[in-house]
């Protein structure tokens, strides 16, 4: 079992910056990949970022590439996602999930983040 729960989101101008935080409990942190999801209302749940296991991969979905950057700190049980250049269509709402089996069985509540123009 993994608990994860998010923090760090809020509300942000165009142009500006956010880090996000998920922290992970139960199962030992450094033994599984870990990815971060974001929510638009209305909209399916999409892939923002991936980092393996070991943190030597990293993987992002073309929009964020350049502007996001994933990372993990397993000395602390947490993930994290730098949120550089912010756009409006950044807005939603953020969930880490934590992959164990190779697929993501965990996911956290969610942190919400809006972008305004």
């Known amino acids: 079992q993994v608990q994860l729960v998010e923090s760090g989101g809020g509300l942000v101008q165009a142009g500006g910056s956010l880090r996000l935080s998920c922290a992970a409990s139960g199962r030992t942190f450094g033994t599984y990949a870990m990815g971060w999801f974001r929510q638009a209302p209305g909209k399916e749940r999409v892939f923002v970022a991936r980092i393996s296991w070991s943190g030597a991969d990293t993987y992002y979905a073309d929009s964020v590439k350049g502007r996001f950057t994933i990372a993990r700190d397993d000395a602390k049980s947490t993930l994290y996602l730098q949120m550089d250049s912010l756009r409006p269509d950044d807005s939603g709402v953020y969930y880490c999930?934590?992959?164990?089996?190779?697929?993501?069985?965990?996911w956290g509540q969610g942190t919400q983040v809006t972008v305004s123009s």
């Open positions: 999930g934590a992959a164990p089996t190779g697929t993501y069985d965990y």
